[in-house]
């Protein structure tokens, strides 16, 4: 999940900024799944920061996409090529991974089922509804994100021949009619309710703040908007994490959730100039996709290990257990961008660029 799925060089000029809120999503998604594990049933405010963690991914990764293509048109297949060079290897490892353990040690997972169709879906972006996690994603179930995102990829390839103002107009306006349709048809097969979900409007505002970026507007946004743009954030706070709507998912979460979103991502562009340089929290945002994908091992393995031993002797155990399960998915995660995404990216490169 820039996004999950653009990295730091993606960016041709590099916002510091954008990189502290891309590591701040990838901890929220950390922290909600370290949370979840051993209190999976008693708080649904947990699943909340992670979905929070989504939502800011997809804001930023509209934003990116709108800077990186500025404001003429550009190559969509090229754009394509990329994106898929920059998604799809270290997916579909993973993907492969948890296929393998499914299918020789399924006693491993909660969630995860082998089933040969579904993993040619899963590596194929296609959604399908997957009873094991009764829900719609596919066999490496944190790929449903990619899943919107490569969906958010081919639309704006298609769009490659417009100006920047008419690709997110037209965007906005498909998305919008999708998300419509959705809501009025409430469609119970997979592929339908996967494309007329809400979700994708998330990456449409951060086009709508790129396109402000490009065209110089951020900075000349006057200060009376910009309060008005941080209480609508902070009402989107407790509107997210205040109120229990009985599900993580929920339509008027969605709505704060956004609502902060933006308003983070506003704030972070009127003060990129006045912020210290955190070279480790940098380091967290250039490997937010590896965190993303790999965290879960982390998770599962120290908190569901740390649980058994420390849980029927340690007070507080379930804390203590939640700081080692984020320390060691952030820490994996580091590994997994210093030594096999670098390297595979680069490689790909010179493949691509000789």
Not at 180 to 190: D, E
């Amino acid at each position: 999940m820039g996004s999950i799925s653009l990295g730091a060089d993606a960016m041709q000029g590099k916002i510091v900024a954008i990189q502290y809120l891309r590591a701040l999503a990838a901890l929220l998604v950390l922290a909600s799944h370290a949370l979840l594990y051993p209190l999976a049933a008693e708080n649904l405010t947990y699943g909340r920061l992670g979905w929070l963690g989504v939502i800011l991914f997809f804001v930023i990764s509209g934003f990116i996409v709108v800077s990186v293509t500025e404001g003429g048109r550009f190559d969509g297949r090229q754009f394509l090529r990329r994106r898929i060079l920059r998604v799809v290897p270290l997916y579909w490892g993973f993907t492969l991974i948890a296929a393998a353990l499914a299918l020789v040690a399924p006693q491993l997972f909660k969630t995860t089922v082998f089933d040969g169709e579904q993993l040619a879906l899963s590596l194929a972006f296609i959604p399908f509804y997957n009873a094991a996690s009764e829900g719609l994603h596919p066999l490496y179930k944190l790929g449903w994100t990619l899943n919107y995102e490569m969906f958010f990829y081919a639309c704006f390839a298609l769009l490659a021949m417009l100006p920047a103002r008419g690709r997110v107009v037209w965007l906005t306006l498909g998305y919008l009619s999708l998300a419509v349709l959705g809501f009025f048809l409430a469609p119970k097969a997979a592929i339908p309710q996967f494309y007329t979900s809400f979700l994708p409007l998330a990456f449409v505002a951060g086009c709508w703040i790129g396109l402000l970026h490009i065209e110089g507007r951020v900075l000349r946004v006057p200060r009376p908007v910009m309060l008005a743009i941080i209480l609508l954030g902070f009402f989107g706070l407790l509107e997210g994490f205040a109120w229990d709507h009985g599900l993580v998912e929920d339509a008027t979460a969605f709505v704060g959730l956004l609502a902060l979103s933006i308003a983070l991502v506003m704030l972070a562009l009127r003060i990129e100039g006045r912020l210290p340089r955190l070279i480790w929290l940098e380091k967290l945002g250039n490997a937010s996709y590896s965190i993303y994908l790999v965290h879960i091992f982390a998770v599962a393995l120290l908190a569901g290990f740390g649980l058994r031993v420390l849980g029927p002797i340690v007070p507080g155990a379930v804390a203590i257990v939640t700081v080692i399960a984020i320390a060691g998915g952030v820490w994996l995660g580091l590994l997994l961008y210093r030594f096999v995404e670098l390297p595979l990216m680069h490689r790909l490169r010179r493949r691509k660029d000789p």
